[in-house]
């Protein structure tokens, strides 16, 4: 979701001015003309972090450190999941293995991993860096949670028909919509909004947020999922664009303008401005 700072041309987003037109949106060269660099420039200049470098930035907030932990766990069943859905296609599925994927998703990645997204990152983010919760970054990954529940129980509805051809269809399709949603999301979290947010909170002297370890259902809702990744082997996901920042994000041009123009101030873009001028 990081937006490319106001440049020529695609400001280094292939496609960028194309989706924006797409959604009625302005062209990057015509919405803001007055700085001439991209969005990876104006973050290199101001020495904050750049997208794809969660890794290296996130130490000293134990919540994001986590969050960002639970990714690689949370992406490792996704891709359990595509060859597991893949798998029922040819009669092989279980229903028994459907459900501990449902479990897994449900308890781990949802009540564990994202109600401490919503109910503790993004409230400090609003709360002590004043960023916008109505809008931008935090809205779209608030929306984007309560779609992936949507799509979890319409694959409820389906997990005990995995074993019948057209249910195993059925399941498939929606198992690919589901894993391809939870990638970008994860996407744009580790490349920008995680990244942000920790530079955010040192820079208001936030050093820790409160953080829980996950009760008995969600630890065995989390074993379950790593059984399942032995049992079938991740899947790389194919057949959509996957990468950091903004231009990768569904969300970016509509509703999501990108992290610079939804969240900094005028004294940002000033101070990046007295900063590249001087290089």
Known sequence: MLAPGPTEG???????????SRSGTTPLAAASPRLDARSEDLREALGGPRPGAASDTLRGVRLIDDLEAEHATIERVVGSLVTFAAR????????????GYLRFFRLYAGRYHHAREDGVLF?????????????????VLQADHRAM????EELAALADRVDAAEGAVAFQALAMRYATALLHHIDAENSVLLPEAAARFRGAVVLELPG?????EETAARD???????????????????????CACPAYGNPCEGIEREWWS???????RERLGSQ
């Open 10 to 20: 695609d400001g280094g987003c292939p496609g960028a001015n194309e989706r924006l």
């Open 88 to 99: 029922c296609l040819s009669g092989a599925g279980l229903a028994a293995d459907a459900a």
């Open 224 to 246: 379950e999922g790593e059984r399942l990744v032995r049992a079938h082997p991740p899947t790389d996901v194919t057949g959509f664009d996957r990468g950091d920042g903004c």
């Open 123 to 139: 409230p400090a983010l609003v709360r002590e860096t004043g960023a916008p919760g109505d809008r931008g970054p935090i809205a």
């Open 149 to 152: 529940e949507r799509l979890l």
């Open 212 to 216: 829980r370890e996950p009760d008995a």
């Open 266 to 272: 005028e004294l940002e873009w000033e101070d990046a």
